[in-house]
């Protein structure tokens, strides 16, 4: 079947304006990620969704930052007033529950650069 | 909190020939997921394999094979045969299972960038 897919796959922003990032998990999955991946962090959770339970904020760096899930199915993760610092490649995953259920699936990621 | 380290930033092979990278962990955790990522330039996040510590049993995935050793808290990740495609970065990460602290997210380590040289 489809993968997670991301949307868009690249961006370019300037500083100041705020952006959002699209992510379609893999159909039927309950649970879904979102990561920063940059040169000077490496690989950072930033917020993780399961089915109707309240997320996991404990990885967004900062209150410009706010992911919602709709339906239990698409995510939108909002940067405000984006700053130089998060240009990085922001990754989505996606994982169902059961046996193989701890496995993440990840999407191609959105290169985000703020100028 | 969890950690991942992966101490060798970059490693070189030959075509056909075998190598071996480096992760180790720090958890007080007794039950967790542990995993190998492929990266290439693609960008695109690729499963290896996965390990659950509750298995004593290394885990292989055709030419991918690890070296789970619980007590030392190291999980490497061996390729067999390299191939010019399996040139990508390299992750290390790891998750706690349902019931513990660390349950969801993915903690990841630094990464090793892989080539295969033909």
């Known amino acids: 079947g489809a993968g997670v897919s991301q949307s868009p796959s690249n961006k370019v922003t300037e500083k100041g304006k705020d952006v959002e990032l699209r992510c379609d998990p893999i159909?039927?999955?309950?649970?879904l990620y979102w990561y920063r991946q940059s040169l000077g962090q490496g690989l950072e959770f930033l917020i993780y969704f399961q089915g109707n339970s309240a997320p996991d904020k404990s990885g967004l760096p900062s209150d410009r930052f706010s992911a919602e899930r709709t339906g239990g199915s698409v995510s939108t993760l909002t940067i405000q007033r984006t700053q130089q610092e998060d240009s990085a490649v922001y990754l989505c995953?996606?994982?169902?529950?059961?046996?193989?259920?701890?496995?993440?699936?990840f999407g191609p990621g959105t290169r985000l650069l703020v100028l | 909190a969890q950690t991942v380290t992966q101490s060798q930033p970059e490693m070189s092979v030959q075509e056909a020939e075998t190598v071996t990278l480096s992760c180790t962990y720090d958890t007080s955790e007794n039950n967790y997921y542990l995993f190998w990522y492929k990266q290439p330039p693609s960008r695109q996040m690729i499963l290896v394999i996965r390990?659950?510590?509750?298995?004593?049993q290394n885990a292989t995935e055709n030419r991918f094979s690890v070296n789970f050793q619980k007590a030392a808290k190291s999980f490497s990740l061996k390729i067999s045969d390299s191939q010019l495609g399996d040139t990508a970065m390299y992750f290390c990460?790891?998750?706690?299972?349902?019931?513990?602290?660390?349950?969801?997210?993915?903690?990841f380590g630094q990464g090793t960038i892989l080539t295969v040289h033909p």
């Open positions: 390990q659950e510590a509750y298995k004593q």
């Open positions: 159909s039927g999955h309950t649970a």
């Open positions: 995953a996606s994982s169902s529950r059961g046996v193989q259920g701890e496995t993440q699936y």
């Open positions: 990460a790891f998750r706690g299972a349902a019931g513990g602290t660390s349950y969801g997210k993915l903690t």
